[in-house]
Every structure is written in structure tokens, then in C-alpha cells.
């Protein structure tokens, strides 16, 4: 455990994490907002919005986001990259300075056209496992806020934005920040 070891942490269940994921995939299309009518039938016909956080569900309800938003919200595809390898449907983490190729998800149609059957399905890795991932990158996270405390350059294995999404799912996946909900996942270093 990252943060303390005198606390007794839940993991979510596979079925959290792929219902998770789906909110986060509604989501980061949102930002990138192509087809937002085919986007809002998806939500609605498979449920999608009741695992909105409430910050998700402002930012999906507004027509016109912020720039700002927009930037945010889209930076949680880096947040689906753990919660996706939990739940087996990515064989590795990929490198924390790469962003995820979508194109590498074998399965991400199937998870899109039968939502309902990737949240019944899901099975999680062995939490031993899940557990080192999410220490590693609490670490690299360390390394990131290292380099920028103390103006040291940023090891170049490392891309800032990749290792705060990753470790923020990865720790919400372990059980940090189960009462706060998604929107309060502690990530202190």
C-alpha cells in the first residue's frame, strides 16, 4: 500500500471497475465530442450516467465545455489504461511516457456494443498484482513530483499526465478513496 499501512483497503470488484470504465470511455468521447447524439443514446440505452461521478456528470451535461474541461476529461483515457488491465483486457501496462493506442484493445467494439456483457464478464487479475501496480506507480509518481519540487529535469521515461491518470485509477482500483468517490481519489506522495 502506497499511502499507509495501517489501513485496511477494499479493492473494487471486477464489475466496478468495467462499470467505471464505461463511464470513463462516455466521458472522454464527450471531450472529443463527435457524434454527441450517438454518445448520449449510447449513455442512456445502457445506463452509463448512473456511474457518472458528480463531476462527470457536470462536465457530460454541458453543451459547451470549457477548454479546460475539455483538456481534463480527455486526459482520463490514461485513467482507463489500469482499470482495463485489471480487468484483463490489456495484457501490460504500457510505458508511462506513451499514451494508450486505442487500437491495441482488441476488444474495445465488444466492449461497446454489449456493455452490459463486459460488466458481467469482467474478472480481476489477482490483486497481488494489481496491488504491485499500483505501488509502482504511487513510486513513479513520487519521481514526478520530485523532478518538479525541485526543478530537476523530468526523467524522460516519465510523462507527468500518463503517471497522475494511471496512479489515480490504479489507487481508486485498490480501494483508496472509497468513501470520497472517484472525483476525491487521494494521490499524495
Keep these: 500500500m502506497a499511502e499507509s499501512s495501517d489501513v485496511d483497503l477494499i479493492p473494487r470488484t471486477a464489475a ?3 462499470r467505471r470504465t464505461l463511464a470513463l470511455i462516455a466521458i472522454v468521447d464527450h471531450a472529443h465530442n463527435e457524434n454527441p447524439e450517438a454518445l448520449k443514446d449510447w449513455v442512456t440505452s445502457n445506463s452509463i450516467a448512473d456511474e457518472f461521478s458528480d463531476a462527470e456528470r457536470e462536465f457530460f451535461d454541458k453543451a459547451n465545455p470549457t477548454t479546460q474541461d475539455i483538456t481534463t476529461f480527455s486526459w482520463r483515457a490514461e485513467a482507463m489504461v489500469p482499470l482495463l488491465w485489471s480487468v484483463w483486457r490489456l495484457p501490460e501496462l504500457p510505458p508511462l511516457n506513451v ?3 486505442w487500437s491495441q484493445i482488441d476488444d474495445l467494439n465488444e ?3 454489449r456493455p452490459g456483457e463486459f460488466v458481467s464478464s469482467a474478472e ?3 490483486i497481488e498484482e494489481i496491488n504491485e501496480a499500483e505501488a509502482f506507480l504511487y513510486h513513479q509518481h513520487w ?3 520530485d523532478a518538479q519540487l525541485f526543478q530537476k529535469p523530468m526523467p524522460e521515461e516519465l510523462d507527468p499526465g500518463i503517471v497522475f491518470e494511471r ?7 485498490v480501494g483508496w478513496g472509497r468513501a470520497a468517490g472517484w ?5 499524495d506522495t
Design 167 to 173: 496512479r489515480y485509477a490504479a489507487s481508486w482500483i
Design 99 to 101: 499514451q494508450i493506442d
Design 183 to 187: 472525483d476525491n481519489v487521494p494521490t
Design 124 to 126: 480481476l487479475r489477482p
Design 111 to 113: 466492449i461497446l456494443t
Design 16 to 18: 466496478e471497475i468495467a
Design 143 to 145: 519521481r514526478v513530483r
